[in-house]
């Protein structure tokens, strides 16, 4: 073939294979993504776009009786990704130097600890409350039976243990993602470094934290930025477990729940408020976006280049 | 000496520690949904001596639980296709060719990766009801298509920039067309790339919860996990039906993961890890 030919050739390839997808993602991400901002600012009933509202949507978010839920849920979601993030990086970071220490049988615990990941949060959700179950769960049972009966508790229906609960419940479920992030960020840690420190007659406890930690920076920083990513879009669990209302009583309701009841609690009688809903959005996605990129920017100036 | 013997037995334990924190709930699950729901109630924690596998056939003949599986099948595998056939073609001329506006078209692509699909759901929900596609099985097929296709074409088109360049001159100095070139030549090499894509898709599609949640509403289209609340609802204490539900819903995903351990993990990482 001539090379003008291929090149014709090439150029009728290039518009077949690309204008698909391109076209998918602008019509099904790009568009609504770009349109969700101007939402916020218009009134709305039920799904039909009314007049422009300018900030009165905000407004409406931030007084009596939608600024207490968004405080709480804000609280919540704060909480959560406190809880989530201490708890998820040291227990992953022991499991992962654990694995990493372990030559032989790795492979059987790498997979056991993963399993939890492939599982649906629905699955998992039901799964732990029937474990939990105040009457028929056997983690109750088994605090019963041997007596520590004080410590039985109706775990997921009293305001004070429930969103601790669903920390826990999370975290079984997620924990092995980051440890197998923190396990290829130790595999990924050259080895001349580790007999360097050896040679000089350092601990491995010493080397562990003087040289193999700072090194596993940039997994941190990876494993804090989806972390807080995914706490602030917290939807899931909370739903499933609590219900849209984030029960009992609220005490594990969060801003995506927040969000969801705004736009689609009450489609069915068209009492949904599409505008308040959309300027909460708004405000979940600055929290994340620029809670990320300045999260992001920090987290990898402490890096140390290698 | 002993320091370090003990330190093994130290990062051992706590090995063996996670293993049973993680496959005791999901022992306990499989266990109970074989036991009768009263046998079930007067002691949680004992052993299905003798598996009672009506559980399963009561669950079974609840027609809507197969309709919700075969629902979530369809949704799964038509969206992981679609994914698959647009990746590996956006892949090829991304990363085989040059052009102009190529650099451009890389960077729309990244930033598709950075936009969640949440921020969209309300704009995105009026739109495919304006597009009669609300409360349909494509109209969620081509929603996850759209979300993944980012990360999927960038995944295949660092996949097919790795293969040697002498590979497209040589075939085509042997005839073949552009193509045959893809097909033939350089998709049975790409296909690491292709399973990682394709677990990195079907599990979250499979898995969630929040679109179908949104976007079905006709009973008869809803999901496995959408389908599980319903069931939950209406079976609340009949804890023989609950845990045979659970694990039927579970299983299929446990069996691929130990068969294919490693795929999953690369590919659930994929774009978390470099490399």
């Known amino acids: ?306 | 000496m002993i320091k370090a013997l003990s330190s093994k037995i130290f990062f051992r334990s706590i090995l063996i520690f996670n293993a049973v924190m993680v496959l005791v709930p999901v022992l306990f699950l499989i266990n109970s949904s074989l036991r009768e729901t009263n046998d079930f109630a007067r002691n949680p924690i004992k052993l299905a001596t003798s598996p009672h596998w009506a559980n399963f056939s009561n669950v079974w003949a609840d027609g809507a639980f197969a309709t919700y599986l075969k629902n979530s099948l369809i949704i799964t595998v038509g969206s992981t296709a679609l994914i698959l056939t647009l990746a590996l073609g956006a892949g090829f001329v991304l990363g085989r060719y040059t052009f102009k506006s190529q650099n451009l078209i890389m960077g729309f692509i990244l930033s598709g990766m950075l936009v969640p699909a949440k921020l969209a759901i309300l704009p995105l929900f009026i739109q495919l009801k304006w597009m009669h596609l609300l409360d349909s099985h494509i109209g969620l097929i081509l929603v996850y298509t759209s979300g993944a296709l980012p990360a999927a074409i960038f995944i295949m088109s660092g996949f097919f920039r790795s293969l040697p360049a002498d590979l497209d001159s040589a075939a085509r100095i042997d005839g073949a067309s552009e193509f045959q070139l893809l097909r033939l030549v350089l998709t049975p090499l790409v296909r690491p790339g292709l399973s990682i894509v394709a677990i990195y898709s079907a599990i979250p599609i499979w898995n969630d919860f929040f679109l179908p949640l949104v976007f079905l509403q006709t009973p008869e289209k809803k999901t496995i996990m959408q389908g599980l609340t319903v069931f939950f609802g209406e079976y609340s204490s009949q804890w023989g039906i609950i845990f045979a539900g659970l694990t039927l819903a579970a299983l299929p995903l446990i069996v691929l993961y130990l068969i294919l351990s490693e795929q999953f993990i690369k590919g659930l990482t994929a774009g978390a890890v470099k490399g």
């Open chain 1, 1 to 306: 073939m001539s090379r003008s030919g291929l090149q014709r050739e090439q150029r009728k390839f290039t518009f077949l294979l690309l204008a698909p997808g391109l076209l998918t993602v602008v019509i099904f991400t790009s568009v609504p993504a770009l349109t969700t901002l101007s939402y916020a600012f218009f009134h709305w009933k039920g799904f039909q776009r009314g007049t422009f509202a300018g900030f009165e949507n905000f407004h409406r978010l931030f007084s009596f009786p939608f600024r207490d839920q968004f405080l709480m849920a804000l609280r919540h979601n704060v909480l959560v990704f406190v809880g989530i993030f201490t708890l998820q990086t040291t227990i992953g970071i022991l499991i992962a130097y654990s694995l990493y220490r372990m030559i032989k049988g790795q492979r059987f615990f790498r997979t056991v600890t993963f399993l939890p990941v492939i599982f649906s949060l629905v699955i998992v959700g039901y799964m732990w409350q029937a474990l939990l179950d105040p009457f028929y769960g056997p983690i109750n049972n088994i605090l019963h039976s041997i007596g520590l009966d004080s410590f039985a508790r109706t775990w997921l229906g009293s305001t004070s243990t429930a969103l601790p609960t669903l920390v826990f419940i999370n975290l079984w479920r997620w924990v092995g993602f980051p440890a197998i992030i923190f396990l290829s960020g130790f595999n990924a840690i050259n080895q001349e470094y580790l007999e360097a420190a050896r040679i000089d007659g350092a601990s491995e406890g010493q080397i562990f934290r003087k040289v193999m930690f700072p090194l596993l920076a940039p997994s941190m920083t990876i494993v804090a930025i989806l972390t807080f990513i995914g706490a602030f879009e917290w939807f899931d669990l909370p739903y499933v477990l609590g219900g849209s209302s984030g029960g009992p009583a609220g005490a594990t309701d969060t801003l995506a729940l927040m969000f969801y009841r705004l736009s689609f609690g009450s489609v069915d009688s068209g009492a949904n408020e599409i505008g308040i809903g959309s300027a909460l959005g708004v405000l979940i996605f600055s929290i994340v976006g620029v809670g990320a990129a300045f999260g992001s920017k920090y987290l990898r100036s402490r890096e140390v280049d290698v």
